[in-house]
């Protein structure tokens, strides 16, 4: 079953995250090598991305054409034959075949368009107006602000001024923190690792056969036995690619191992080395600058001047002391307070008595208007009843 190319592009897109120029079937030789190797090519920014076929989601190399010094023709120009160029990067020289002239001519413009930011000279309409639409792209990628030029900075605030720092769409790949199962082994040396030590952990990410690569290796436990997986991490502009059946953007290394701890259930692990531990206690020698004599007895400074010693004089046994109870003062005082208790105690018996008389002519006085006004009641009954009779 084919796959849609709309679906392969959009796939594409987001693993590169570059807009694509121009595509196309070519072939390529590096200058190491006898054969050229057939690829299908996509000119997404400044740099070439090579499939082994139109289908593939994921690129098989790429090649960063930013510093391409020169791209020339190799031979006379003959349309009915495959067209060979040369390019000259900073670090090795490429070629790359077209199926033809035509084919070869148009990878040349839209290469060197995007590298040197010119359209080339002595082309037809209707290729230069397509150039032009690119080079406009590529400027809108390269200087998304269209800001203009900073007037020149002074000596002295370049000197102090700091380094740069990446633009934040830009990752800095190699200042980010590499997480702690990482380590610079081939694939099989780290499936010895596991396979040796399989309770270090379970995890390992390691460089990739491809330049600035990444993979991870993975030991699982399986119904049959144990299974070694490896999976390939590479890095994009956004981040770095996990390139599955679904690729996955993450933002950095730890969160690439942090995805596949969850999507593992944590049944995994990273593998950590064990550290070596100490079997043995050295004992320190003693300082030798330490006296250890038990310290000295304070000692008490003596007078200047001999204490004055107090003599207390005793009485005479033929001296008869009063006691402090006993004395006169004392014996009128106490005469004194009896005598008023029983003063105030005859006030308070004849203040009483006083009381006491008062209220029983209260009562007599009372119970006397009583028996008046009763008996005055009853003369004036008898008087209404006699009178009727």
């Known amino acids: 079953m084919s796959v849609n190319p709309r679906v392969v592009h959009k796939r594409r897109e987001t693993i590169t995250a570059l807009p694509l120029y121009y595509s196309g079937h070519l072939q390529r030789k590096n200058s190491n090598e006898q054969d050229f190797k057939k690829f299908f090519g996509e000119l997404r920014g400044t740099t070439l991305f090579l499939y082994e076929d139109d289908t593939q989601h994921t690129y098989s190399e790429k090649m960063n054409l930013e510093k391409l010094k020169s791209m020339e023709l190799v031979g006379h120009y003959q349309q009915k034959v495959p067209s060979t160029f040369n390019l000259n990067l900073h670090t090795e020289k490429v070629q790359l075949k077209m199926d033809n002239l035509d084919k070869g001519m148009e990878w040349r413009g839209y290469i060197l368009t995007v590298i040197k930011k010119e359209v080339p000279s002595k082309l037809l309409p209707g290729q230069r107006l397509l150039l032009e639409e ?3 792209q590529e400027k809108k990628r390269v200087h998304p602000g269209h800001r203009p030029p900073l007037p020149p900075r002074p000596d002295f605030l370049c000197a102090a001024s700091p380094s740069p720092k990446h633009p934040k ?8 923190t590499m ?5 610079k082994v081939s694939r099989d040396e780290a499936e010895k690792m596991l396979e040796a030590n399989p ?3 379970s995890i390992i990410l390691r460089p990739s056969t ?8 993975l030991r699982q436990l399986t119904a049959s036995g144990t299974a070694m997986k490896n999976f390939r991490v590479t890095p994009a502009k956004t981040g770095f690619v996990i390139e599955l059946d679904k690729p996955v953007t993450l933002s950095s290394l730890n969160d690439v191992i942090s995805y596949f701890l969850k999507k593992t259930e944590y049944r995994l692990q990273p593998y950590r080395a064990s550290q070596p531990y100490d079997t043995s206690i050295d004992v320190p020698p003693a300082p030798k600058c ?13 007078a200047q001047v001999a204490p004055m010693k107090r ?3 005793k009485p005479e046994e033929s001296d008869y002391v009063v ?11 106490n005469q004194s307070k009896s005598q008023f208790d029983g003063e105030l105690r005859e006030a308070l018996k004849s203040r009483r008595a006083n009381i006491y008389a008062a209220n029983e002519k209260e009562e007599l006085s009372i119970y006397q208007n009583q028996a008046s006004s009763k008996s005055q009641s009853v003369a004036v009954q008898w008087d209404k009843d006699s009178s009727a009779a």
Do not use: M, Q, W
């Open 134 to 136: 690119v080079l406009a």
């Open 169 to 176: 769409d830009e990752p800095d790949h190699k200042a980010s």
């Open 179 to 183: 997480p702690e199962c990482f380590f």
């Open 199 to 201: 309770e270090y952990g």
């Open 210 to 217: 491809r330049a600035n690569n990444y993979a991870l290796t």
């Open 290 to 302: 330490i006296n250890i004599s038990p310290p000295l007895p304070k000692t008490v400074p003596k």
């Open 311 to 313: 003599t207390e004089t």
């Open 323 to 333: 006691p402090d109870d006993c004395a006169p003062e004392y014996l009128d005082l």
